[in-house]
């Protein structure tokens, strides 16, 4: 099992930025991709970004120049830097990680941590 805590949530400007964190815990030598998630009031949950376990990256269109997912494979972390963040960012971003080739296919949340950017 894989245990992912998010953190750096909070309520910020337009314009503004934010960092959030995912620490993964348990068998973190089985994952493989992470990745952000974000979920708007109303709306289905929809990719944010990936990154690979060797750091190829993967960014939705919306985001992409504004945000910047990296992982940390020593501290089993992968971030995401968002700036010039817009109201339409407003969402609660969730964790994702994924097993790696080899192992048993498997999907890990987190429990989600809330941003938003008031209009």
């Known amino acids: 099992q894989v245990r992912l805590v998010e953190s750096g949530g909070g309520l910020v400007q337009a314009g503004g930025s934010l960092r959030l964190s995912c620490a993964a815990s348990?068998?973190?030598?089985?994952?493989?991709?992470m990745g952000w998630y974000r979920q708007a009031p109303g709306k289905q949950r929809e990719l944010v970004a990936t990154?690979?376990?060797?750091?190829?990256?993967n960014y939705a269109d919306s985001v992409k120049g504004r945000f910047t997912i990296s992982r940390d494979n020593a501290k089993n972390t992968v971030y995401l830097q968002m700036n010039s963040l817009k109201p339409e960012d407003t969402a609660v971003y969730y964790c994702?990680?994924?097993?790696?080739?080899?192992?048993?296919?498997?999907?890990?949340w987190g429990q989600g941590t809330q941003v938003t950017v008031p209009s």
């Open positions: 994702n990680a994924k097993t790696g080739p080899g192992f048993v296919s498997n999907d890990y």
């Open positions: 348990g068998i973190t030598f089985s994952i493989g991709a």
């Open positions: 990154i690979t376990r060797g750091s190829s990256t």
